[in-house]
């Protein structure tokens, strides 16, 4: 157990609606990192926050939007879903005692359908 | 910006050594990473390198060589739960003059009886 939970586990909705994926890092972790992995595909970098702040972004589509709260936890925002959108979503977080490797959450599979 | 990369597949008899190989370009190196990711599962903490030279955690060890650009993860004694992609990950700077972690597409291993 990485300490990083993700909600939901599975998610099954259809073309053109929208979803919310939430993650809570581990304890004392500042940054959460969110990625896209397809069927037989690497982990595509999306976004990250960093104690609140946007640090970094990746190739994220502008249907998608993210971010952290106060309390750290950190939710991904997925509108107008296309078939293409069905993939493994990861959250990471980094940061406190071990600030560079990254601890994975157990990842929402989102099916559109 | 960051180029990592690593063989796609590769397989190996069990018991046998392994190695596999991870070259990168990046700005502002800080650090590289491996994660170990079975299918349909979180990545996985392997070991991180910043300096040069060689990491050795029980079967695993990891080298880096940065004047090269290159780092390679060797497994020791394979078993057949060895069998998962290996992702090779770079700490950069981003454009944005902040700290990146960008990730390979994974190689792969098939540990065969």
């Known amino acids: 157990d990485s300490g990083v939970t993700q909600t939901p586990k599975h998610l099954i909705t259809a073309t053109g609606q929208r979803v919310t994926l939430r993650c809570s890092p581990r304890?004392?972790?500042?940054?959460v990192y969110w990625y896209q992995q397809s069927l037989d595909q690497g982990l595509q970098f999306l976004i990250q926050?960093?104690?609140?702040?946007?640090?970094a972004k990746g190739n994220i589509l502008e249907r998608f939007s993210a971010q952290q709260f106060p309390d750290l936890h950190s939710e991904l925002n997925l509108s107008s879903l296309e078939l293409g959108d069905s993939a493994l979503y990861f959250c990471?977080?980094?940061?406190?005692?071990?600030?560079?490797?990254?601890?994975f959450g157990p990842g929402t599979r989102l099916t559109v359908t | 910006g960051q180029n990592i990369d690593q063989p796609t597949e590769m397989t190996a008899t069990e018991g046998a050594i392994v190695q596999i190989n991870c070259t990168y370009q990046?700005?502002?190196?800080?650090?590289l990473f491996w994660y170990q990711q079975h299918a349909g599962e979180a990545p996985t903490f392997l070991s991180y390198?910043?300096?040069?030279g060689l990491e050795e955690k029980g079967r695993f060890s990891s080298f880096l060589s940065r004047s090269k650009g290159y780092s390679y993860l060797l497994l020791k004694e394979l078993q057949m739960k060895d069998s998962a992609s290996y992702l090779c990950?770079?700490?950069?700077?981003?454009?944005?003059?902040?700290?990146?972690?960008?990730f390979g597409t994974g190689t792969k291993l098939q540990v065969i009886p």
């Open positions: 390198n910043v300096l040069d």
């Open positions: 990950a770079v700490r950069g700077t981003s454009s944005g003059g902040y700290q990146k972690v960008t």
């Open positions: 926050y960093y104690n609140g702040e946007e640090r």
């Open positions: 990046t700005s502002g190196f800080n650090g």
């Open positions: 990471a977080s980094s940061g406190g005692d071990h600030r560079y490797e990254q601890y």
């Open positions: 304890s004392g972790d500042l940054s």
